[in-house]
């Protein structure tokens, strides 16, 4: 198994993972967000592959102040065997390497299964309420 950047040829099987976890939100076009991810020079979506088959996949990026993680996302058949766990790291030492002082990422309130993973990581609840627009 591998971790490494995904490219354009990875769009469909990507999206089709990130739909079958349920990250998919009818006001988010996914295919739009891997493209910007694939194309930005501050971002990139990781994906975990075993051979040819992908197992997983982790989207990164930083914004000249923190880095951000969105769509981690592990194929159902290949869950519990530590491949969230390894693609929160390499999200890490991608973020590391262009010298991100800190990793965020969101949860949708709720989601108790990937809060309990996220902090089971060390990751900790921030005392930060989000908010936001939709520009298009």
């Not at 739909?19 to 979506?45: C, I, K, Y």
Request: with cysteine.
């Amino acid at each position: 198994m591998h971790i490494e950047e995904a490219g354009a040829a990875d769009r469909e099987a990507v999206v089709t993972l990130w739909q079958a976890a349920e990250l998919t939100r009818p006001w988010n076009d996914p295919r739009a967000d891997f493209d910007r991810a694939v194309a930005g020079a501050t971002s990139a979506v990781l994906v975990l592959r075993d051979g040819s088959t992908l197992l997983g996949t982790a989207m990164v990026g930083e914004d000249g102040h923190r880095g951000w993680v969105y769509y981690l996302a592990v194929a159902e058949a290949a869950r519990g065997q530590g491949h969230g766990r390894a693609l929160i790291a390499a999200a890490e030492s991608w973020l590391r390497a262009r010298g991100c002082p800190k990793l965020q990422l969101m949860v949708r309130e709720g989601n108790d299964a990937a809060i309990g993973f996220y902090r089971a990581l060390g990751l900790e609840l921030q005392p930060v309420v989000t908010l936001g627009r939709f520009l298009h």
